[in-house]
């Protein structure tokens, strides 16, 4: 339980960084590659660490499976941090041969995550829909990864002259695997779970035949619309382009009919879904004419121009967002509270944020999210992006505030010694021993107390 809380809090950290890059960016003011270091930072950085660590909790809780090695997970999120700080450094120094080998420490990292959930997963029989999505999305994580390292070493040694593939094409081949593939396969993977689990409904009806267009859809799509940019065939990426925009409407419209039938009072991750499925909806129907036209574009990389903010931060981000609003309480939960079930009252897990903050961070990204959006299409101007990055980076604070103040007042553990487990100076006793990874597997954490008490 301790690995994934390590991903998230380190996740944040990027967040941060990416989110104060990305305004700088706009003012001028950030030195070298400042929007490569913006997208690396908050992709690679916040949103594939944090799906490093939920897969983490997620793949052995959801599949009653023992997790391959808690020590790999740490050695995974070691390497990618290093690499990224190092890749980041690189970018903003113009020390463009560095790229390299801080690249090649964090495709060890990836690829180290990768061995370990695919081991997991290896032992677990008739994989439903979400492990099916976490399988196809880990393949994709290893592609990606390939491709971005081809891409570092390109900065100083000329590959695509040595290569029947142009530079363009390989950077959107790994921008549509990273966007789309990896991180939006596991998306869509986790919401089957979480979008019925927590709106308390099941899957019926038109639900199914959704389902199926998106399952076999999306993961088609995004390999022929990668393999169109990268050879630089427009037919092709468009029809690949369609197909993951016809697996995000249907995958859009599953989500808000669960929202829409839900059967308990809403909390802050319900109306960030609900976000989530109207920003899905609408970058979707957006994108259909610029994947059309012109899918080879850089500036339709990620849809229709001036939409990238409506998915990165719309889609991606608020489901992470609202994820995490019930993750990391959850983990402290476990943590603190689940032994005590039963012999004496304890809080709900929803009763460990502060429902005021979340609102105010709600109200924050939101904004901000609406105010980037507008300016990306309409052309409002750097000084309006900056104004909307602002409102973005007060919202990531207030979130990232509540989720300190959770550990803070109902962790047994203080911050450092969750970020650095046995390396931390202070050593914690008692029965909060059971989050030293190295310390063995308590009964307690396991997956089927977990799943009865979670």
């Known amino acids: 339980m301790a690995v994934p809380l390590r991903h998230f809090l380190i996740g944040l950290a990027f967040l941060l960084a990416g989110a104060v890059v990305g305004v700088g960016d706009a003012a001028g003011a950030v030195p070298g590659r400042a929007r490569l270091v913006h997208v690396h930072l908050l992709l690679a950085g916040w949103v594939c660490l944090t799906i490093m660590g939920a897969m983490t909790q997620f793949v052995p809780v959801w599949s009653n499976a023992t997790l391959h090695s808690r020590r790999l997970a740490n050695v995974q999120l070691v390497l990618v941090t290093a690499g990224m700080l190092g890749f980041v450094v690189a970018l903003v120094s113009l020390r463009t041969v560095w790229l390299i080998p801080f690249g090649s420490v964090m495709l060890a990292g990836f690829w180290t995550f990768v061995y370990n959930i695919a081991r997991t997963l290896s032992t677990v029989d008739g994989l439903d829909v979400t492990e099916r999505h976490f399988a196809v999305a880990l393949g994709f994580f290893l592609v990606l990864t390939a491709l971005g390292l081809l891409l570092a070493v390109g900065f100083s040694v000329p590959v695509s002259a040595r290569l029947p593939l142009a530079r363009s094409g390989l950077v959107g081949a790994h921008a549509t695997v990273a966007v789309f593939g990896a991180v939006l396969t596991t998306v869509y993977g986790a919401l089957y779970q979480l979008g019925t689990m927590f709106t308390q409904t099941e899957l019926h009806g038109i639900d199914h035949r959704l389902k199926a267009i998106e399952e076999i859809g999306h993961p088609i799509g995004v390999v022929v619309l990668a393999a169109g940019r990268l050879v630089g065939s427009a037919v092709v990426a468009s029809v690949g382009g369609l197909l993951v925009l016809l697996a995000a409407l249907a995958f859009g419209s599953i989500l808000a009919r669960k929202l829409y039938e839900m059967r308990v009072e809403p909390t802050p991750m319900h109306t960030r879904y609900g976000v989530v499925a109207a920003a899905l909806l609408l970058w979707a129907l957006l994108s259909v004419p610029a994947w059309l036209s012109e ?91 900056a104004v909307a990055g602002s409102l973005v980076i007060l919202g990531i604070l207030t979130f990232t505030g509540n989720m300190l103040l959770v550990l803070r007042r109902h962790s047994p553990h203080t911050l450092d010694r969750i970020v650095l487990g046995a390396l931390s100076p202070r050593r914690s006793g008692g029965q909060s021993e059971g989050i030293d990874e190295d310390s063995g597997r308590d009964a307690e954490h396991s997956p089927e107390h977990v799943r009865q008490n979670g």
């Open 295 to 385: 899918p080879l574009a850089a500036a339709h990389r990620f849809g229709a121009s001036g939409t990238v903010h409506l998915l990165a931060l719309g889609v991606i981000g608020f489901v992470v967002f609202g994820t995490l609003y019930h993750i990391v309480p959850f983990v402290v939960w476990v943590h603190r509270y689940s032994d005590r079930l039963g012999f004496e009252e304890v809080p709900m897990i929803d009763d460990l944020y502060d429902d005021r903050l979340a609102a105010i961070d709600g109200t924050f990204l939101f904004s901000g999210t609406v105010l980037l959006v507008v300016s990306g299409r309409f052309g409002l101007g750097a000084a309006v992006a």
